[in-house]
C-alpha cells in the first residue's frame, strides 16, 4: 500500500511539474516575429523615448524593452501583450512612455507599436 501511495505522489508530482512547463507563456511561434520586428523597429528608429521624464535612443529603449520581455514572458502570449508589458509604462512610477519623432507631439508607445504592428500585419511579412 506504501508503495502504492508514493506511485501516486509521483504521478502527481510528475502531472504537477509538466502543467507548469506547459503552462510557461510567450507568444506562439506564429508571432515571434512580430515580437523581434518591433524590437528592431524600436532600436533602428530616429525618434526618441521618454520613460520617467528621460530621454533616450531607439537603441537604448530596445534594450530596455527586451529586459522586460524577459522579465514578464510568462504572462505574454500575443504581441499585443508584448507591447502592453514590456513597452507601454513604467512598472515603478505607471507614467506611459512617449516616443518622440521629428517636430510632432509626442505619442504614447503603445499606439505608436500598435501602428507598425497593423502595418506590418497589413504588408503580409509574416
Known amino acids: 500500500m506504501k508503495i502504492l501511495h508514493l506511485l501516486y505522489a509521483s504521478i502527481l508530482l ?7 512547463v506547459t503552462a510557461r507563456g510567450d507568444v506562439p511561434e506564429s508571432q515571434r516575429d512580430e515580437v523581434m520586428h518591433l524590437l ?10 521618454e520613460r520617467n521624464g528621460t530621454k533616450h535612443t531607439g ?8 529586459r522586460k520581455y524577459k522579465h514578464y514572458r510568462d504572462k505574454i502570449t500575443t504581441t499585443e501583450e508584448f507591447i502592453e508589458y514590456s513597452a ?11 516616443v518622440y519623432c521629428g517636430n510632432g507631439p509626442p505619442v504614447k508607445s503603445r499606439d505608436w507599436l500598435l501602428e507598425e ?3 506590418y500585419r497589413q504588408n503580409g511579412v509574416n
Open 14 to 20: 510528475g502531472s504537477l511539474s509538466l502543467g507548469a
Open 88 to 98: 507601454t509604462k513604467s512598472t515603478i512610477s505607471g507614467k506611459e512612455y512617449l
Open 117 to 119: 504592428l497593423k502595418v
Open 59 to 66: 537603441e537604448e529603449a530596445s534594450k530596455h524593452i527586451k
Open 40 to 49: 528592431e523597429f524600436v532600436n533602428s528608429t530616429d525618434c526618441t523615448f
